[in-house]
């Protein structure tokens, strides 16, 4: 048992590049979601999904796509990478309305 | 609007002195609140919900709805508490607003 797996752990992008940030989890989980994390500003959430085939928007999701085809995955997609980009992307599962479990994190640089 | 407020950024304590972190909310209900724990370089977890009434790690919080708080307290801090704290409030679809997180800094 995993939990919720995110890969890569690091990544630097050039600015103008794209690329999908991968979360999985095998827990059964209904409800995901992603979050960045900025120094002062907590997490703030980018997308959500209450279950397969079903996204919506949170705080701040202009500049990332997600799709939830399966139960288990939750990809994160940066179309179009820009600076203000540069943050640690933090994964979550839950099973229902209670506690998240997180992934260990996606360190992006964007240059 | 559904808020969480966490007043300090930063915050100091020797070892073995009480130690309270601030969690005040703004919510239209009766909130569910929790309190996530980051050591270092680490994913968060999930350190207590206020439903739960337990005390992990020595630590508590109760939810004062007149205060409309909900501080986190140990009574004798530990080097090993060290870390980032945050409060967050659920939202529907089970979302969650986190507060900006406190610092908490343990010196031997």
């Known amino acids: 048992n995993a939990g919720v797996t995110q890969t890569p752990k690091f990544q630097v992008l050039k600015t103008g590049q794209s690329m999908t940030l991968q979360c999985a989890q095998d827990?059964?989980?209904?409800?995901m979601s992603w979050y960045r994390q900025d120094p002062g500003m907590g997490l703030r959430l980018i997308h959500y999904s209450v279950g397969a085939g079903i996204t919506d928007q949170g705080e701040v999701p202009n500049g990332y796509n997600v799709s939830r085809s399966t139960t288990e995955d939750f990809p994160l997609r940066l179309l179009s990478a820009a600076p203000s980009q540069t943050s640690v992307y933090f994964c979550?599962?839950?099973?229902?309305?209670?506690?998240?479990?997180f992934g260990s994190g996606t360190r992006l640089t964007v240059v | 609007a559904q808020r969480v407020t966490q007043p300090e950024k930063l915050l100091s304590v020797f070892k073995g002195a009480p130690v309270e972190l601030k969690c005040n909310y703004s919510?239209?209900?009766?909130?569910?609140l929790f309190w996530y724990v980051q050591y270092s370089r680490q994913r968060l977890q999930l350190l207590l919900r206020?439903?739960s009434r337990e005390s992990i790690k020595g630590f508590t919080a109760d939810l004062n709805k007149g205060e409309t708080s909900f501080h986190l307290k140990k009574p004798f801090a530990q080097e090993e508490d060290s870390a980032m704290y945050y409060c967050a409030l659920p939202n529907t679809g089970n979302q969650f607003y986190f507060g900006t997180g406190t610092s908490l800094t343990v010196i031997p």
């Open positions: 827990m059964n989980h209904e409800y």
């Open positions: 979550a599962s839950a099973a229902g309305v209670g506690g998240y479990t």
């Open positions: 206020h439903i």
């Open positions: 919510y239209s209900g009766s909130p569910e």
